[in-house]
């Protein structure tokens, strides 16, 4: 265990679990939509909900949204910033069944209209697990370089995916494969050693049969 996940993150906030975790569900959603955030509808469920406003769950999540860090001021405006850059945002309490007690399910549309659905839970300490994105089931805690990958559900796709990344020299150390249904589109969640030049990447996106490639660096400082 790494000394700072028993005296929690450097962070603003009176909770590692309700402030900063939150901040980084936020964050992570923000990078996985790939885009500013021009509306997001936000459901606190167990705890989160619970203690919302004391912990600043609410305002962390937005600032999370914004690309701010856990140690970064501006968290407690964060309600004034998000509405000044135009971004729109319901937050209500929903019940999530067998969910973790600190868990966000977070809606967002970008400025382009993208959209994405982000389930994520704070587990202690500032860290996080991702639970699902976009109604498909995921397992990864943002402390590695991830990739999402959204594919056609055909014969050979892990096999193309992995081999490629193995020509690369990239290693594999997590993964998950979910398809709510046969035939139709898969998601794999895969965690790596180390890190991804952009054009690696791109050489995913081009395989045949990809739909979409998202690339989370697991350096708080970096973009997607």
């Given at each position: 265990?790494?000394?700072?996940?028993?005296?929690?993150?450097?962070?603003?906030?009176?909770?590692?679990?309700?402030?900063?975790?939150?901040?980084?569900?936020?964050?992570?959603?923000w990078k996985i939509l790939g885009e500013d955030v021009h509306k997001a509808d936000i459901g606190?469920?167990?705890?989160?909900?619970?203690?919302?406003?004391?912990?600043?769950?609410?305002?962390?999540?937005?600032?999370?949204?914004?690309?701010?860090?856990?140690?970064?001021?501006?968290?407690?405006?964060?309600?004034?910033?998000?509405?000044?850059?135009?971004?729109?945002?319901?937050?209500?309490?929903?019940?999530?069944?067998?969910?973790?007690?600190?868990?966000?399910?977070?809606?967002?549309?970008?400025?382009?209209?993208?959209?994405?659905?982000?389930?994520?839970?704070?587990?202690?300490?500032?860290?996080?697990?991702?639970?699902?994105?976009?109604?498909?089931?995921?397992a990864f805690t943002g402390n590695s370089d991830t990739l999402i990958i959204a594919h056609q559900?055909?014969?050979?796709?892990?096999?193309?995916?992995?081999?490629?990344?193995?020509?690369?020299?990239?290693?594999?150390?997590?993964?998950?494969?979910?398809?709510?249904?046969?035939?139709?589109?898969?998601?794999?969640?895969?965690?790596?050693?180390?890190?991804?030049?952009?054009?690696?990447?791109?050489?995913?996106?081009?395989?045949?049969?990809?739909?979409?490639?998202?690339?989370?660096?697991?350096?708080?400082?970096?973009?997607?």
């Amino acid at each position: 265990m790494n000394v700072f996940d028993i005296i929690g993150p450097v962070m603003i906030g009176p909770s590692s679990s309700h402030t900063a975790g939150a901040l980084r569900i936020g964050r992570v959603s923000w990078k996985i939509l790939g885009e500013d955030v021009h509306k997001a509808d936000i459901g606190l469920a167990g705890s989160f909900a619970q203690t919302c406003r004391g912990h600043g769950t609410d305002r962390a999540i937005i600032g999370g949204l914004l690309g701010m860090l856990p140690e970064d001021e501006r968290i407690r405006d964060s309600f004034s910033i998000a509405r000044e850059r135009g971004l729109i945002f319901n937050i209500a309490e929903i019940k999530i069944p067998k969910a973790h007690p600190n868990t966000a399910k977070i809606h967002l549309a970008g400025e382009s209209g993208k959209e994405c659905l982000v389930q994520g839970a704070s587990v202690g300490g500032g860290n996080i697990l991702i639970t699902g994105v976009n109604e498909m089931e995921t397992a990864f805690t943002g402390n590695s370089d991830t990739l999402i990958i959204a594919h056609q559900d055909m014969p050979g796709m892990i096999a193309q995916v992995t081999s490629r990344m193995a020509e690369m020299g990239i290693n594999i150390g997590n993964f998950k494969l979910n398809r709510p249904h046969r035939g139709f589109e898969a998601v794999m969640t895969l965690e790596i050693d180390g890190s991804m030049e952009r054009e690696m990447v791109n050489k995913l996106r081009s395989l045949p049969h990809i739909n979409s490639v998202v690339y989370l660096r697991a350096n708080q400082n970096e973009g997607n």
